[in-house]
């Protein structure tokens, strides 16, 4: 990204529904864009509109691209640096962040030079040329993530486009990430993952329906090897630790759509129970979170609608399914801080928005947020910090936090 301003006021819309605000989001069309003379009054402020600059600051050319997000938001395809590349190509990748961020990824030189999403195409009849050497920059077709928060670290787990897996580790007391190393595996269409301990459980969908799963020891650094859980024909997981136990959340590749459950005890690391149905069909997409010993399980339905089913593990009861509102939600990810449950939601026209709920049916009202063209999103809980991850479609995976004690967002940063 630009210069690493933190601390985005994290906002609200207090009642406004999903469908109202999908609805505004998608009227506006792809309107992050800006003219030419805007992107040059931003660079006259961040660089006094030199786009060959490089002070050794870290930041570089007219726009002061970390090379970080110069990488993640393609700018290598022209130039190994932001500063070896011309106005126009610097402007183009400029676009991308624009796109993802919003203005504020420019907080102090964006207002000055009045930089907003109005939808200018800078450059309309014309593309630059990649250089003749283009850096390859990493895309992931599949994009699902799935991930795991041991003693202030998050690891995270992707499915890449040619089916592997590959895993990254966020050092958040201290910053930083490892980068993106391979995990063994092959033919996976959909991830997820549970943490017990110091173990974590991570689950792949395979493109044949049948699930998997391996053990990964983060106090010895080691996994175990591959083998099949008792089911089949299954479309989409979710693995959420609830009382003790991994408990296990499918929906069926079958036309009704079904959801179903499954308990795994993390000491024999095997099934404590068969799998038993849950009611309901139509599901394309099942995201759960615990807030002590209850899951508050959330579907998403073929027509983009939201339902919640909460499952009682103390009593053993399940509430049934209730719509909870939202519509257009093509991926969905939900966290828990505290007693509070957190969701996000990718909406059909790419956009970004955001509930909380404190429990008893009190919701606080969707909240648009900054980012777009999100086809994935998977979300962290780590005390009072909720972890964000997306994958857009452009291939790219970026992150973003949000403190929920302090109120405050970071910008999106790609990785």
Not at 216 to 242: F, I
Request: include cysteine; proline fraction near 4%.
């Amino acid at each position: 990204m630009p210069k690493k301003y933190r601390n985005k006021l994290l906002t609200a819309v207090a009642g406004a529904s999903l469908a109202a605000v999908a609805c505004s989001t998608a009227l506006t069309g792809s309107a992050q864009a800006a003219s030419v003379s805007t992107w040059e009054s931003v660079a006259q402020c961040e660089s006094t509109g030199n786009w060959s600059i490089d002070t050794g600051n870290g930041y570089y050319g007219g726009l002061q691209f970390s090379l970080s997000t110069w990488k993640g938001y393609g700018g290598l395809q022209y130039a190994a640096y932001p500063n070896q590349a011309t106005e126009q190509q610097q402007i183009l990748v400029a676009e991308k962040v624009l796109a993802m961020q919003g203005p504020g990824a420019w907080p102090v030189c964006g207002p000055k030079a009045g930089l907003t999403n109005d939808g200018v195409n800078p450059y309309p009849s014309s593309t630059p040329a990649p250089t003749s050497t283009p850096v390859a920059t990493p895309s992931v077709a599949n994009g699902q993530v799935a991930s795991v928060v041991i003693n202030g670290t998050a690891h995270i787990f992707q499915v890449t486009s040619d089916g592997h897996i590959r895993m990254n580790d966020g050092y958040y007391p201290s910053g930083g990430w490892r980068g993106w190393v391979p995990l063994d595996g092959s033919g996976v269409v959909g991830l997820s993952a549970a943490a017990v301990g110091n173990t974590v459980h991570l689950f792949a969908v395979m493109s044949d329906g049948t699930l998997r799963e391996t053990v990964g020891d983060y106090t010895t650094a080691t996994w175990g090897g591959w083998h099949v859980v008792p089911g089949s024909n299954v479309a989409q997981l979710s693995a959420v630790t609830v009382a003790g136990k991994v408990r296990l959340y499918a929906t069926l590749n079958d036309a009704n759509g079904s959801p179903r459950s499954a308990d795994l005890d993390p000491a024999t690391d095997t099934l404590s129970t068969g799998w038993y149905d849950l009611t309901g069909g139509g599901v394309k997409q099942l995201v759960g979170t615990a807030v002590g010993d209850t899951v508050r399980l959330f579907a998403v339905t073929g027509d983009g609608l939201l339902h919640e089913n909460d499952g009682n593990y103390d009593a053993g009861t399940w509430s049934g399914w209730n719509n909870v509102g939202g519509s257009q939600i093509s991926t969905l990810a939900a966290a828990t801080t505290g007693t509070t449950v957190h969701l996000y939601a990718g909406t059909t026209d790419g956009s970004f928005h955001s509930v909380d709920s404190t429990g008893n049916g009190q919701w606080s009202g969707w909240a648009t947020q900054s980012g777009s063209l999100v086809d994935q999103l998977n979300a962290l809980g780590d005390g009072q910090t909720v972890h964000l991850y997306a994958h857009t479609t452009d291939g790219l995976t970026h992150s973003e936090d949000a403190n929920y004690s302090t109120s405050t967002w970071t910008n999106w940063y790609s990785l």
